[in-house]
T-cell receptor, first 112, second 113 residues
């Protein structure tokens, strides 16, 4: 059973629009979250991490974490065609010797 | 930027065949990982290691062996390949534990016919 769930499976937004991606963990031990982006033919690359409740902004990307509900979201403002990619959420616990668990991914298409 | 190199990039093998996927990272990272990526399942961890000679079991280890021969090199072995192991395989590395950025290679597309 997947411990990290993402929604929606796919998303289409117009160029310049706002894209919102969601991620929920079913394991309360998972308190640390990352967002990764994967372009076609490439491996995933980290976008940003969020470890504390609230918002974290990096350029056009804003992540929001609610630890009580184990929910994290990623918002991309002013979406560009180059943002079209597969986005993964990853969650981890604090203990060393463990690892990040990835979600099923959200496919984002930005339409010019 | 961290470099993770996988080989081969594409591989076709027959059912019951032996396959070895290779991975080298050049950033002296302690942790190395093998993931498989399948539509509808995302990325699932097969095996990982936190140093030469160390091996840990991930979430989907059945049918796979792995070996970490040096700090840099991590291998994934399929000794009796099955069609269910047709997938896109990624090697990755990270400096410390689960709360640090994971760096991925470009992937190996494996087809078992």
């Amino acid at each position: 059973q997947q411990k990290v769930q993402q929604s929606p499976e796919s998303l289409s937004v117009p160029e310049g629009g706002m894209a919102s991606l969601n991620c929920t963990s079913s394991d309360r031990n998972f308190q640390y979250f990352w967002w990764y982006r994967q372009h076609s033919g490439e491996g995933p690359k980290a976008l940003m991490s969020i470890f504390s409740d609230g918002d974290k902004k990096e350029g056009r990307f804003t992540a929001h974490l609610n630890k009580a509900s184990l929910h994290v979201s990623l918002h991309i403002r002013d979406s560009q065609p180059s943002d079209s990619a597969l986005y993964f959420c990853a969650a981890s616990e604090t203990n060393s010797g463990t690892y990040q668990r990835f979600g099923t991914g959200t496919k984002l298409q930005v339409v010019p | 930027e961290a470099a993770v190199t996988q080989s081969p990039r594409n591989k076709v093998t027959v059912t019951g065949g032996n396959v070895t996927l290779s991975c080298r990272q050049t950033n002296s990272h302690n942790y190395m990982y093998w993931y498989r990526q399948d539509t509808g399942h995302g990325l699932r961890l097969i095996h990982y290691s936190y140093g030469a000679g160390n091996l840990q079991i991930g979430d989907v280890p059945d049918g796979y062996k792995a070996t970490r021969t040096t700090q840099e090199d991590f291998f994934l072995l399929l000794e009796l390949a099955s069609p269910s192991q047709t997938s896109l395989y990624f090697c990755a590395s990270s400096d410390q534990g689960p709360n640090t950025e994971v760096f991925f290679g470009k992937g190996t597309r494996l087809t078992v016919v």
